[in-house]
């Protein structure tokens, strides 16, 4: 019983495709996000989600775009991949704002 | 804009040490700071918050404090084993955002 799964755990494309990383949470949290750890192990956060609403979106391109059918989802797809785009991708959830956050277990997406 | 810094990025200590990690943010106007473990090919795994009227949080051999006049946040780790090797984030959360810090490898040499 995963409390944040994310899949799939590893994902290799070719630049130009779209690609879609699914995430659950089964914790009844209201907030979702998505953090891009790079290559220096540095964790910036992307998107979160509260209630289906987006209440942050940093200068991430329009390429990537959330998607929450519900409060217990947020997908991240991702169109016209790029060589930058390689990183490890996690979902994380969180009670409140103010709250700790579980992590799933990451994404590794490597763009050839 | 909120910048958190982890120094040292890597560290080795032998077995059953006591050893601190540290963290600084530059702006001290934070809800919470929180600690997390990273494994190898793993997620993150919360492991103290402290909230922003709060000094210090305990959870085990674990023990964080926080003084946000200074910017600073320690995590002390007593009795060290070998399976607290891994890589430790800090992250202080502002409205909205959660600034991760780039974190300290640690490695517990049996």
């Known amino acids: 019983d995963t409390a944040v799964s994310q899949t799939p755990k590893y994902l290799v494309t070719q630049m130009g495709n779209d690609k879609s990383i699914k995430c659950e949470q089964n914790?009844?949290?209201?907030?979702m996000y998505w953090y891009k750890q790079d290559s220096k192990k540095f964790l910036k956060i992307m998107f979160s989600?509260?209630?289906?609403?987006?209440?942050i979106n940093e200068t991430v391109p329009n390429r990537f775009s959330p998607k929450s059918p519900d409060k217990a989802h947020l997908n991240l797809h991702i169109n016209s991949l790029e060589l930058g785009d390689s990183a490890v991708y996690f979902c994380?959830?969180?009670?409140?704002?103010?709250?700790?956050?579980?992590f799933g277990n990451g994404t590794r997406l490597t763009v050839t | 804009k909120q910048e958190v810094t982890q120094i040292p990025a890597a560290l080795s200590v032998p077995e059953g040490e006591n050893l601190v990690l540290n963290c600084s943010f530059t702006?001290?106007?934070?809800?919470?700071l929180q600690w997390f473990r990273q494994d190898p090919g793993k997620g993150l795994t919360s492991l103290l918050l402290?909230?922003?009227?709060?000094r210090e949080q305990t959870s085990g051999r674990l023990n964080a404090s926080l003084d946000k006049s200074s910017g600073r946040s320690t995590l002390y780790i007593a009795a060290s084993q070998p399976g607290d090797s891994a890589t430790y984030l800090c992250?202080?959360?502002?409205?909205?955002?959660?600034?991760f810090g780039t974190g300290t490898r640690l490695t517990i040499i049996p």
């Open positions: 989600y509260n209630n289906k609403e987006l209440i």
């Open positions: 914790l009844g949290h209201d907030t």
């Open positions: 994380a959830s969180s009670r409140t704002g103010n709250s700790p956050l579980h």
């Open positions: 402290i909230q922003s009227s709060q």
């Open positions: 702006d001290s106007a934070i809800y919470n």
């Open positions: 992250a202080a959360y502002e409205t909205g955002e959660l600034t």
